[in-house]
């Protein structure tokens, strides 16, 4: 087999500088700018026309006659099926539909569409005259969740035969239906989550991605039986085949690659590196593709990238790079038509602000959406950001240099693992992985959900917005005592919407195509299970979580709580290294318990002389249960983890490696509450005698960055793109260590508190799956927060949520 891992090297050489260049512009999420800098720390410079979409495109398909182009929206908040009219760039028809995912399918003719109904188990048949969609017909393949898990996604036509052809991601098998009885006539269990599944031109054989399998299977149609598979790389999805049916081309999003293979013999001519460097590191998520109409261009679509690759593909097994084309944010799907390039970009422009929520709501349907107290739609972070199409004019060689170097520019990722920032003599973090430092011991601890403004919003050294601090200081004084006495951190965006790619984030660097296009279907109560820490397979990294890297260097770690739950862990790199007694996500354990259970297992192992050099802590009872009767209160409850918080550091600070030790505290997500400055803005901390004592840093960083600083001071390799490329806490850190022990703050509030009210927002709680994290619809969680703290009929404030651009400027302003 040929393998081709080369990207233009003359594009990489000028890559590195670009990249570095970029570090220094200010950071804006106004839609409108050209160049937008993202909470995660890359940028984007959209090229091209666009039209809005819904929440989360996933899928367009394009009518044979290129008359009609059809884009199905699978976000948290309403789902819609699209029809536009590629040529005049105009939305012609809009229809809502109660559940999707993926699957879209036109008829030869273009007179009919077919489209998943996700977990409702069922397929929709618009008709498509006059450029509406019609009334849609049903073929079900089982009954609805939770009765059934099926879940169709990818779906594939022939109009001869009347036959359609789904693959399913819940129960992993393929669906043969008559299209005219519509009843399901075969049935072939695939083993694997299935993504997409694509006809020869002869219709002879069906190609299947198996999402979980990394490979494709084959199936013959006529025969009716699996025939055979071909391995393929990490997360094969979206499958492309020449009009001649000799090359089948398949992106792998875990390996930033595609497949390219000679379907008469059924072999991997050669493997397209999709990434801006010649890279191993996951993260550039590479699940869309298109041939131009002469078939001699591939593009392809990067998703953590917010690019297209361009590839000369006219020699199969001979591809060669030619450029990069910048798209918006998360590209899914990629078409073209004519001189056109048509690009659906996952997440829109930018990280948005949000004015109208996220709290008080009233929730309206089943959809998933819900209105504000004007009557305007909530801005929820799990549905903030709407998907784009962009309208891209193929390219000549000059036009697709210059868009490659804004591509460059666009990613502070030069290669491999970067510093960022010069750092002082002396500096405790080391410059690159086996530096020495004098900080041997690593303790991460891991919170819920909750914005700065929501928890330091009163503290007048940062920038907060007061009127939305909802746990001030005296429910957090031990928040606010860490933020004063070690560093304020105003500044600090995590990467993640929400817990479900929150915790992969936190715990990789990364979360995978299937965590990032699944987790809202949950979350918009549409069916699907909380199963992105660990339980299933198809979610884990690549490489594995930090554990894992852990592993392989030989170093000693341990969890409390996080992917554990009282001794049970559904991952092998974590059996033998967690605290058995140690709880997981379970809000009627107090986290001072928690910490309770951490401090005397801490103490075991110091005796022992075996303390791990990481460990991971779970403390997650700021995400409350609401006012469910019987329950902490969310006042206790935050208390509560403010208080156990206070508690570990003390201890920490007490014992004899304190010297040695830094703790960083973060929070997985950001989606329980308001901020007046972006919906990824959270609380964070960086605890040590080597933290830079009574500073209020600005600096920007995010989850990754906080990892990559944990890596540096472990030995250990970046584990994605993200955190190769994030900037390191160094502000946090001084070379000059004060030794000196926190003492922990007593609570000021009742811990015992429980609510005991009957009312609206009590009878709403009853209602919560207080079993698992974000089990519970987060808007509604958050309203009777708000009602609980401040009065059943209180009406929140609208957040004031301003650009970064602004705090950047007013920053600029101060130094001035």
């Not at 908040?77 to 105009?90: A, C, H, N, R, V």
């Not at 430092?437 to 690593?442: D, E, F, G, T, W």
């Not at 003390?650 to 490696?657: A, D, V, Y």
Request: proline letters at 6%; aromatic letters at 8%; hydrophobic letters at 35%.
């Amino acid at each position: 087999m040929l393998t081709s891992r080369t990207v233009a090297a003359g594009l990489g050489l000028f890559g590195a500088f670009l990249a570095t260049e970029a570090r220094a512009q200010l950071p804006t999420n106004t839609p409108q700018a050209s160049h937008i800098l993202l909470p995660n720390g890359w940028s984007l410079s959209p090229v091209g026309r666009s039209l809005p979409l819904g929440d989360l495109p996933l899928n367009m398909q394009l009518s044979r006659n290129g008359r009609l182009l059809a884009v199905t929206n699978n976000g948290q908040s309403t789902q819609t099926i699209q029809l536009i009219d590629p040529k005049t760039e105009k939305l012609l028809d809009e229809k809502t539909i109660a559940k999707s995912w993926y699957g879209l399918q036109f008829s030869a003719d273009g007179r009919q569409l077919y489209a998943s109904g996700g977990n409702d188990n069922i397929i929709l048949r618009y008709g498509t005259a006059g450029g509406r969609l019609g009334a849609p017909d049903t073929l079900r393949l089982g009954q609805p969740w939770t009765k059934e898990k099926i879940s169709p996604t990818g779906l594939a036509l022939d109009d001869a035969r009347h036959r359609l052809y789904a693959v399913t991601k819940e129960d992993n098998t393929l669906y043969v239906l008559d299209t005219q009885t519509k009843a399901t006539v075969q049935k072939v269990p695939l083993g694997h989550e299935a993504y997409a599944c694509l006809l020869s031109p002869d219709r002879r054989t069906l190609y299947i991605s198996l999402w979980g399998g990394d490979k494709v299977a084959l199936f013959d149609t006529q025969t009716g039986k699996l025939t055979g598979e071909i391995a393929t790389e990490s997360h094969p999805n979206e499958l492309l085949l020449t009009r001649n049916g000799r090359t089948l081309f398949v992106a792998n999003a875990n390996d930033n690659s595609v497949s390219v293979v000679d379907t008469r013999t059924r072999k991997v001519l050669e493997v397209i590196s999709a990434a801006l460097h010649p890279t191993k590191l996951t993260g550039s998520t590479t699940n869309a593709l298109a041939l131009s109409p002469d078939e001699k261009t591939l593009y392809i679509g990067n998703a953590d990238n917010n690019c297209l690759s361009v590839f000369d593909v006219r020699t199969p097994g001979k591809s060669t790079a030619r450029g990069f084309i910048p798209t918006g944010w998360y590209p899914t799907s990629v078409k073209t038509l004519g001189r056109h390039i048509l690009v659906a970009n996952g997440k829109g422009f930018s990280s948005l602000a949000n004015p109208q929520g996220p709290q008080p709501v009233k929730p309206t349907d089943n959809s998933g959406s819900h209105t504000g107290v004007t009557g305007q739609p909530v801005q929820y972070i799990g549905g903030l950001f709407k998907g784009t199409l962009s309208f891209i004019e193929r390219p000549d060689d000059a036009l697709l240099s210059s868009y490659s170097k804004q591509v460059y520019a666009n990613t502070p990722f030069t290669g491999e693992a970067g510093t960022g920032a010069a750092r002082s003599v002396g500096h405790p973090v080391p410059g690159q992985a086996g530096e020495k430092s004098p900080i041997k011991y690593v303790f991460y601890v891991i919170k819920e959900n909750r914005t700065y403004d929501q928890v330091l919003g009163d503290m007048a050294e940062g920038n907060g917005d007061s009127t939305l601090c909802v746990f001030p200081e005296k429910v957090t004084p031990n928040h606010h005592a860490l933020a004063r006495e070690f560093v304020l951190l105003d500044n600090f965006y995590v990467n993640a919407e929400v817990s479900a790619d929150g915790h992969n984030w936190s715990m990789a660097a990364y979360a995978t195509d299937y965590t990032e296009k699944t987790w809202p279907t949950s979350y918009g109560n549409r069916g699907g299970t909380y199963d992105y820490e660990g339980t299933r397979k198809i979610a884990y990294p690549r490489d594995g979580y930090i554990w894992d890297y852990c592993q392989r260097a030989g170093l000693s770690y341990r969890t409390y709580g996080e992917f554990a739950d009282l001794g049970k862990t559904p991952l092998k790199s974590l059996q033998g290294h967690m605290c058995v007694k140690s709880p997981g996500f379970n809000m009627d354990i107090k986290d001072v318990e928690r910490v309770r259970i951490w401090r005397h297992d801490f103490d075991s192992l110091l005796t022992a002389g075996a303390v791990p050099q990481f460990s991971t802590i779970r403390l997650s009872n700021d995400h409350t249960s609401g006012q469910r009767r019987g329950k902490y209160t969310p006042i206790a409850a935050m208390a509560d983890n403010d208080l156990a918080l206070g508690q570990l550091v003390e201890h920490l600070s007490q014992s004899p490696i304190w010297k040695e030790s830094v703790v960083f505290v973060l929070e997985d997500d950001a989606q329980n509450g308001p901020d007046h400055v972006d919906a990824h803005r959270t609380p964070a901390f960086v605890i040590s005698p080597y933290t830079r004592r009574g500073t209020a840093i600005h600096t920007m960083y995010s989850t990754s960055g906080a990892l990559r600083t944990m890596e540096l001071l472990l030995g250990l390799p970046p584990m994605s793109q993200y955190d190769a490329a994030a900037l390191p806490l160094y502000d946090c850190f001084t070379s000059t260590p004060n030794l000196s022990p926190y003492q922990a703050r007593a609570a000021r509030v009742n811990l015992e508190a429980r609510n005991v009210a009957w009312n609206k927002s009590a009878e709403k709680s009853e209602r919560f799956n207080l079993a698992s994290e974000d089990a519970i619809p987060d808007l509604e969680l958050n309203e009777v927060i708000w009602k609980f703290i401040k009065g059943e009929n209180a009406v929140a404030p609208a957040p004031r949520r301003g650009a970064f651009l602004k705090m950047e400027q007013k920053r600029k302003d101060d130094d001035d």
